[in-house]
Nanobody, 128 residues
Framework: QVQLAESGGGLVQAGDSLRLSCAASGRTSRTYNMGWFRQALRKEREFVAAISWSGGRTYYADSVKGRFTISRDNAKNTVYLQMNSLKPEDTAVYYC?????????????????????WGQGTQVTVSS
Protein backbone atom coordinates (compact mmCIF):
# COMPACT_ATOMS: atom_id res chain seq x y z
CA GLN A 1 0.00 0.00 0.00
CA VAL A 2 1.04 3.54 -0.70
CA GLN A 3 -0.32 6.59 1.04
CA LEU A 4 -0.27 9.94 -0.73
CA ALA A 5 -0.58 13.30 0.99
CA GLU A 6 -0.95 16.55 -0.91
CA SER A 7 -0.05 19.93 0.51
CA GLY A 8 0.55 23.47 -0.63
CA GLY A 9 -2.91 24.53 -1.68
CA GLY A 10 -4.44 27.82 -0.69
CA LEU A 11 -6.16 31.03 -1.71
CA VAL A 12 -4.26 33.21 -4.16
CA GLN A 13 -4.98 35.97 -6.65
CA ALA A 14 -4.96 35.60 -10.40
CA GLY A 15 -1.40 35.71 -11.71
CA ASP A 16 0.11 34.31 -8.52
CA SER A 17 2.00 31.05 -8.13
CA LEU A 18 1.67 28.00 -5.90
CA ARG A 19 3.67 24.83 -5.52
CA LEU A 20 1.83 21.68 -4.59
CA SER A 21 3.62 18.73 -3.06
CA CYS A 22 2.61 15.09 -2.92
CA ALA A 23 4.47 12.99 -0.39
CA ALA A 24 4.33 9.22 -0.64
CA SER A 25 4.67 6.90 2.30
CA GLY A 26 4.24 3.21 2.88
CA ARG A 27 5.51 0.91 0.17
CA THR A 28 7.74 3.47 -1.54
CA SER A 29 10.66 1.19 -2.35
CA ARG A 30 9.14 0.99 -5.79
CA THR A 31 8.81 4.15 -7.85
CA TYR A 32 5.56 4.86 -9.60
CA ASN A 33 4.29 6.84 -12.53
CA MET A 34 2.53 9.81 -10.98
CA GLY A 35 -0.22 12.17 -12.01
CA TRP A 36 -2.00 15.29 -10.86
CA PHE A 37 -5.72 15.65 -11.43
CA ARG A 38 -8.19 18.29 -10.36
CA GLN A 39 -11.90 18.56 -9.78
CA ALA A 40 -13.78 21.81 -9.74
CA LEU A 41 -17.16 22.19 -8.09
CA ARG A 42 -19.87 20.40 -10.06
CA LYS A 43 -17.40 19.25 -12.71
CA GLU A 44 -15.74 15.99 -13.61
CA ARG A 45 -12.25 15.18 -12.42
CA GLU A 46 -9.75 16.13 -15.10
CA PHE A 47 -6.15 15.39 -15.89
CA VAL A 48 -3.59 18.11 -15.18
CA ALA A 49 -0.08 16.67 -15.46
CA ALA A 50 1.83 13.41 -15.23
CA ILE A 51 5.42 12.28 -14.84
CA SER A 52 7.09 8.95 -15.48
CA TRP A 53 8.71 7.00 -12.67
CA SER A 54 12.18 8.21 -13.68
CA GLY A 55 11.10 11.78 -14.25
CA GLY A 56 12.24 11.55 -17.83
CA ARG A 57 8.83 12.09 -19.40
CA THR A 58 6.22 14.66 -18.52
CA TYR A 59 2.75 15.30 -19.89
CA TYR A 60 0.36 18.21 -19.50
CA ALA A 61 -3.20 19.14 -20.23
CA ASP A 62 -3.46 21.82 -22.88
CA SER A 63 -5.11 24.14 -20.37
CA VAL A 64 -2.00 24.24 -18.15
CA LYS A 65 0.80 23.77 -20.66
CA GLY A 66 3.38 26.52 -20.31
CA ARG A 67 2.11 27.53 -16.87
CA PHE A 68 2.43 24.36 -14.76
CA THR A 69 5.50 22.17 -14.25
CA ILE A 70 5.50 18.70 -12.76
CA SER A 71 8.66 17.30 -11.20
CA ARG A 72 9.71 14.65 -8.72
CA ASP A 73 12.40 13.87 -6.19
CA ASN A 74 12.49 10.11 -5.78
CA ALA A 75 14.95 10.37 -2.89
CA LYS A 76 12.26 12.26 -0.99
CA ASN A 77 9.34 10.24 -2.41
CA THR A 78 7.74 13.51 -3.41
CA VAL A 79 6.14 14.86 -6.57
CA TYR A 80 5.63 18.56 -7.13
CA LEU A 81 3.35 20.70 -9.23
CA GLN A 82 4.60 24.23 -9.75
CA MET A 83 1.70 26.39 -10.84
CA ASN A 84 2.42 29.83 -12.28
CA SER A 85 0.17 32.50 -13.79
CA LEU A 86 -2.82 31.03 -12.01
CA LYS A 87 -6.28 31.80 -13.33
CA PRO A 88 -9.68 31.66 -11.65
CA GLU A 89 -10.53 28.64 -13.79
CA ASP A 90 -7.69 26.75 -12.07
CA THR A 91 -9.78 26.74 -8.90
CA ALA A 92 -10.32 23.12 -7.88
CA VAL A 93 -9.34 20.38 -5.50
CA TYR A 94 -6.04 18.97 -6.72
CA TYR A 95 -5.27 15.28 -6.29
CA CYS A 96 -2.10 13.35 -6.83
CA UNK A 97 -2.21 9.76 -7.92
CA UNK A 98 0.20 6.86 -8.33
CA UNK A 99 0.07 4.03 -10.81
CA UNK A 100 1.49 0.54 -10.42
CA UNK A 101 1.63 0.13 -14.17
CA UNK A 102 4.82 1.12 -15.93
CA UNK A 103 4.02 -0.08 -19.44
CA UNK A 104 3.00 2.32 -22.22
CA UNK A 105 2.57 5.23 -19.83
CA UNK A 106 2.56 7.57 -22.80
CA UNK A 107 -0.71 6.05 -23.97
CA UNK A 108 -2.78 6.31 -20.80
CA UNK A 109 -1.24 8.94 -18.54
CA UNK A 110 -4.44 11.03 -18.58
CA UNK A 111 -6.76 8.15 -17.67
CA UNK A 112 -7.71 8.44 -14.01
CA UNK A 113 -8.85 4.83 -13.96
CA UNK A 114 -5.29 3.63 -14.54
CA UNK A 115 -4.05 5.08 -11.25
CA UNK A 116 -4.14 2.86 -8.20
CA UNK A 117 -3.56 5.21 -5.27
CA TRP A 118 -4.97 8.64 -4.60
CA GLY A 119 -4.41 11.37 -2.05
CA GLN A 120 -7.14 13.24 -0.22
CA GLY A 121 -6.69 16.38 -2.26
CA THR A 122 -5.74 19.98 -1.56
CA GLN A 123 -7.91 22.99 -2.36
CA VAL A 124 -6.61 25.67 -4.70
CA THR A 125 -8.70 28.80 -5.00
CA VAL A 126 -7.76 31.59 -7.40
CA SER A 127 -9.58 34.88 -7.04
CA SER A 128 -9.94 37.35 -9.88
Amino acid sequence: QVQLAESGGGLVQAGDSLRLSCAASGRTSRTYNMGWFRQALRKEREFVAAISWSGGRTYYADSVKGRFTISRDNAKNTVYLQMNSLKPEDTAVYYCAASLSTINFGLWYAASGRYDYWGQGTQVTVSS
